[in-house]
């Protein structure tokens, strides 16, 4: 088992930047696929970016070139760097971890982009 934080969500111009960071309970060296997805009002749940345990990542079309996904195996975290936010990436971020068979998620963060 292993239990998610996530955490650096707020509210950012059009434009601007931040930074989610995902805590695991336990080390990640191992995980097979690590991942961000999002929710947004009145959307389903959609990938944003996820990373493998030999470090390939893999993007959706929609943030390509915006956003970075990095993984930190000293520290246990799975972090999202996000970059020329769009007012369509209000959402919820969810962090997502595929363990033995199972997906496990965070409880989620907010992004507002707004002005």
């Known amino acids: 088992q292993v239990q998610l934080v996530e955490s650096g969500g707020g509210v950012v111009q059009p434009g601007g930047s931040l930074r989610l960071s995902c805590a695991a309970s336990?080390?990640?060296?191992?995980?097979?696929?690590m991942g961000w997805y999002r929710q947004g009002p009145g959307k389903q749940r959609e990938m944003v970016a996820d990373?493998?345990?030999?470090?390939?990542?893999n993007y959706a079309d929609s943030v390509k070139g915006r956003f970075t996904i990095s993984r930190d195996i000293a520290k246990n975290t799975i972090e999202l760097q996000m970059n020329s936010l769009k007012p369509d990436g209000t959402a919820v971020y969810y962090c997502?971890?595929?363990?033995?068979?199972?997906?496990?998620w965070g409880q989620g963060t907010q992004v507002t982009v707004s002005s």
């Open positions: 336990r080390s990640i060296f191992s995980i097979n696929t």
């Open positions: 990373i493998t345990q030999s470090g390939f990542t």
């Open positions: 997502m971890v595929a363990l033995s068979q199972r997906d496990y």
